[in-house]
């Protein structure tokens, strides 16, 4: 699956079991029997998709797929299973960004209630799904956004027992029609955070003791539906709770678990943005290869153009680092433990990383397709404007880079790299020659990989650290089971105890293929960067300085796991070059952004250069990809 294009009227799903194949096949026929002209049209016209909504009750899709084993009430088909809610998610984003995301908000607005002790909630979910109803999350508002810490949703406690709730929520898919809305709210009688203050000093846990989530229906008298804020087939309300009767068993968490709630609803739902540009780009290649591939313009057709040739081969490779990538993060979610939170950096790269390759992509490819690409048979406008607001979904960019960073020094530095510190001390080695730089920190750092195993015997400190990135290896998940932890995933805090194994090993295992190796010479000179000229205190407040940090780290993990996949599936050596040529490129080029900003150091600025390095160039391999990539015209086209 991850060696070419997902191809919907080919594909087999194999790796599932039959009930779930034949839920993703008859998904897939639903999409091609009403075929594309439908598709656009109702996209055009804005239709609310109850048609696609009376086939999700009628099969029980929703049911049977969001559905977490310990509601299911026996039925063995019913599991929360990463791995085929990431095959629905590119199916949806393969389709329409719109069918999409009513199933990504269903998933977003049943995260706090699964993951609550409120076991009448549970039931009433349970039952809603089977009934065919879709659900929703309202955490935003309108004046507050992303700061939840100010909400003006306010519960005013009754006499007796249970509140009133009144307050507005913004920007919350499904608000029209959800059977439940997960709602975020504050008590009246007790303070609100200062969300200034939080920024900097954590709050005490009983200042949290007035927030709480609970559930809303849309349907009732109180609950004010206000209007659509999206011009878009898609329903995104603003609504208003007026003296909405909240009764106690509608709580469904107090306190600082329903921050953690949140989060780890985020941590969730995020994950599937990945998978939804993943299935628009794959949909959206195949228009652009076929017209491009048999539109002849001067006499050659447009795939012979040099500059088109660069686009396509690029876009492609990306394309298959974006599946690479996607596949084996499935498997590091679902391989979660309470020790093992790994995935909370890679869930935000899949959110983050693979929507922006997705945009690029995209992009590229428009400029393949130029004014073909905005005609009203095609799904390549649904792309693009889809594309466009991912990467903004779930969470910024910039917020997700943020989250990224908290993990930056325990992925950089294993343990057994310890003795990189010593370039610290150094005379000279934050302005040394390049050379010398590189000669002394390979020195250190094989030593360091030699020799702590060693020391970590002798030293008990250093041995609990040592064993503390030593995690059991991740295998492929695509059994047949319920990801359970990811409804007990606890506080949302304690990043910084998070430890990751050797992130190397990997690299070296490919250094055969000439761009991964050079990739790899970029990631130990940022890894240098790191030791002798670390950020300063000021630098590390300053958002747009760290966002330049954050874009070469963040490149890293995903080249890794990239690789990981790579050796399971047994990839195409001349695809990961070029996937790799892009990145080299890519990494060279954010090395400049970084040595260009205004408060970069001398010492930044200098090692900064270290890492700009030319891509190994060699056309028989470009022109290998390139011929895969046009061997996909006319292998696809969604029925008229």
């Known amino acids: 699956m991850t060696g070419t294009l997902f191809n919907p009227k080919t594909c087999e799903f194999a790796e599932f079991d039959a009930e779930t194949r034949r839920l993703l096949r008859a998904t897939v026929d639903w999409f091609e029997r009403r075929g ?146 997960s709602v975020f709210g504050r008590r009246a009688d007790k303070p609100i955070i200062d969300s200034a203050q939080a920024l900097n000093v954590k709050p005490a846990q009983e200042d949290y003791e007035g927030y709480l989530f609970f559930v809303a229906d849309s349907k009732h008298k109180n609950y004010k539906l206000r209007r659509n804020v999206v011009d878009s087939q898609m329903y995104v309300a603003a609504f208003d709770l007026e003296n909405y009767p909240v009764a106690e068993e509608d709580v469904l968490h107090r306190g600082e678990a329903a921050f953690h709630a949140a989060m780890n609803t985020v941590n969730v739902g995020k994950f599937n943005l990945g998978f939804g540009a993943v299935g628009a780009c794959e949909h959206a290649f195949y228009e652009s290869i076929t017209h491009a591939e048999n539109r002849i313009l001067f006499g050659h057709r447009v795939t012979e153009f040099p500059q088109v040739r660069s686009l396509l081969t690029d876009s492609y490779a990306r394309l298959i680092g974006m599946k690479l990538y996607s596949e084996r993060a499935i498997d590091y979610l679902r391989s979660a433990y309470p020790e093992d939170r790994r995935y909370l950096l890679f869930n935000a790269i899949e959110k983050m990383t693979v929507t922006r390759q997705g945009q690029r992509v995209i992009e590229d490819l428009a400029d393949v397709i130029a004014a073909r690409g905005f005609e009203n048979d095609m799904y390549f406008p649904m792309a693009m404007l889809g594309l466009f607001g991912l990467p903004r979904l779930e969470g910024t960019v910039h917020v997700n880079m943020a989250l990224s960073l908290k993990f930056l020094a325990n992925y950089m530095f294993h343990p057994s790299d310890a003795g990189l510190a010593a370039l610290r001390v150094l005379p000279g080695a934050a302005v040394a020659p390049k050379v010398a730089v590189r000669v002394v920190s390979s020195a250190l750092s094989w030593s360091s990989r030699r020799l702590a195993p060693r020391a970590g015997a002798a030293v008990p400190k250093l041995r609990a650290e040592l064993a503390a990135a030593e995690y059991p290896e991740v295998p492929t998940r695509r059994d047949a089971t319920d990801d359970e932890f990811l409804f007990r995933q606890g506080p949302s805090a304690g990043l910084g105890r998070i430890r990751f194994a050797d992130w190397r090993p990997v690299f070296e295992k490919f250094a055969h293929v000439p761009n991964v190796a050079v990739f790899l010479e970029q990631a130990l000179a940022f890894q240098t960067l790191l030791t002798v000229a670390e950020p300063t205190a000021e630098q590390q407040r300053d958002v747009d300085f760290l966002f330049a940090i954050g874009e070469l780290f963040t490149a890293i993990p995903y080249a890794q796991l990239i690789l990981e996949q790579a050796a399971i599936d047994g990839a195409d050596a001349a695809v990961l070059d070029q996937l790799f040529d892009v990145f080299v490129r890519e990494f060279a080029k954010n090395a400049l952004a970084l040595h260009s900003k205004p408060n970069a150091t001398k010492a930044q600025q200098a090692r900064a250069l270290d890492l700009v390095r030319r891509p190994a160039t060699d056309a028989a391999r470009f022109d290998k990809v390139l011929a895969e990539a046009r061997a996909h015209a006319g292998t696809y086209a969604m029925n008229p």
């Open 36 to 181: 594309k002209a439908a598709l656009k049209r109702d996209d055009r016209e804005r239709v609310w998709y109850s048609d696609f909504l009376d086939f999700v009750k009628r099969e029980r899709v929703f049911a049977t797929f969001l559905t977490p084993a310990a509601e299911a009430n026996g039925d063995p088909n019913k599991r929360w299973d990463t791995g085929r809610i990431a095959m629905m998610s590119k199916i949806l984003g393969f389709y329409g960004m719109s069918y999409w995301y009513v199933w990504q908000v269903t998933i977003l607005g049943l995260g706090p209630i699964w993951q609550s002790d409120n076991k009448a909630a549970k039931q009433r979910a349970a039952a809603l799904l089977d009934s065919g109803e879709i659900f929703a999350f309202g955490l935003s508002e309108k004046e507050h956004g992303a700061d939840v810490y100010s909400t003006d949703m306010v519960l005013k406690p009754k006499r007796g027992g249970g509140f009133t709730a009144t307050g507005g929520k913004h920007y919350i898919g499904n608000g029209n029609l959800a059977g439940m809305v």
